[in-house]
């Protein structure tokens, strides 16, 4: 064989070779997608005190493991107890008030029982005149005097009657229910809510991070002092829409680890996400914009998905960020046995790269 025709022999075995492997990887991308863009995410909580106040003690490390409800540091409680002790003097007012108003309520109540008895006494009186008028037993003046006493003890009734009214509504509901007693209760609620925050916690089992407190920082309410990572953590992966066309809930999975290499680990997907932030319009009062690109075959979407791997507890010792690289397995023997070839040649080459 001539040099011409071995090089043309090589040329062709070269262009079926790449015409196969072309093949492949088109065949591949819709029936064995696979995606590097997969990582580990953790969720992060941002740690705020509720208070302001000067940090007198830290008791935790960056990178410390610690439980929901442990206490991360604390502020000087001092400011708080003394709000709590006013809340309760405030509210020890509250009850001596009402004392006062009820002593006033029980001496008005006498007042008028004895405004009644004045002007029963005085009805008896008009009556009597009536009557010793018809006869002409007593002069007009006098009668009219009497009937005059009776007009004045009734307006008097009256008047105490107000002013009965007028303190029971002072006093208020009798009990728990009283305006004055719940507005001291309230108030004594909160400052000691506010004791309460003088003690940082974590909200969830996790590991501190970014620790920005030492003893004598003075903490603003609001303000972030340090992060939990959770334990907790959940595995997505990008793939192209066309490649999520033959796969759906519980599909299996298979995932190599960057931090891994060598192993793979089986899954299936738990969840599609609803969208992308490409697929979101703000409504903010301007027209609608358009895509513009100038290039003739634009890039593929990707879509986000969620793993669920056999081995859960895996994902929780990953750092968060930590990358992966996700094979979809189709339900076919031939589809499986080709993905996890494909994997497995993947967790081998992390060794490499």
């Known amino acids: 064989m001539t040099p011409d025709q071995k090089f043309a022999r ?22 064995l997608p696979v995606t590097p863009q997969a990582r580990v995410f ?22 410390q493991l610690v439980n929901r409800g442990e206490v991360l540091f604390l502020i000087e409680p001092a400011p708080f107890k003394l709000a709590v002790e006013q809340a309760e003097l ?25 405004a009644n008895a004045q002007l029963h006494e005085q009805k008896l009186l008009l009556d009597r005149s009536e009557s010793l008028l018809k006869k002409r037993s007593i002069s007009e003046q006098e009668y009219e005097t009497i ?10 009734v009256a008047a105490v ?5 007028e303190a029971k509504l002072a006093r208020g509901q009798v009990g728990n229910e009283n305006l004055a007693l719940r507005h001291a209760q309230n108030l004594l609620a909160q400052a000691k809510l506010n004791l309460s925050y003088s003690q940082v916690s974590a909200d969830v089992d996790g590991k501190v991070a970014n620790l920005q407190v030492s003893n004598g920082t003075y903490a ?31 599909s299996a999975a298979k995932v190599t680890f960057d931090a891994l290499p060598g192993q793979v680990f089986d899954g299936v997907i738990s969840s599609f996400e609803a969208g992308v932030s ?62 996890s070839a494909q994997i497995r040649l993947i967790s081998l080459l992390h060794f490499i790269y």
């Not at 953790?42 to 990178?63: A, C, D, I, Y």
């Not at 750092?319 to 690289?325: D, L, M």
């Open 161 to 165: 009657e107000a002013q009965l009214t």
């Open 147 to 156: 009937s005059a006493n009776f007009q004045s003890s009734r307006a008097n």
């Open 220 to 250: 603003n309410k609001g303000q972030p002092m340090l992060a939990i990572v959770a334990n907790k953590a959940d595995l997505v992966a990008d793939f192209r829409e066309k490649s999520l066309s033959q796969f759906s809930l519980k």
């Open 10 to 31: 090589y040329v062709k075995i070269s262009l079926v070779g790449f015409i196969l492997l072309f093949a492949y990887f088109v065949i591949a991308d819709m029936y």
């Open 90 to 114: 405030t509210y020890a007012d509250a009850q001596l008030q009402n004392q006062r108003f009820d002593s006033n309520v029980k001496a008005i109540e006498a007042q008028l029982a004895a």
């Open 278 to 339: 490409d697929g979101q319009i703000n409504a903010n009062g301007l027209l609608s914009s358009t895509e513009s690109s100038n290039r003739w075959v634009r890039d593929a979407q990707r879509q986000r998905i969620h793993i669920e791997l056999q081995q859960p507890q895996l994902l929780s010792q990953l750092p968060s960020g930590a990358r992966a690289t996700v094979q979809l397995v189709p339900e076919s023997t031939i589809g499986q046995w080709c993905a």
């Open 42 to 63: 953790h969720p992060v909580v941002q740690v705020t005190p509720q208070v302001s106040g000067r940090v007198n003690k830290v008791l935790v490390n960056n990178n």
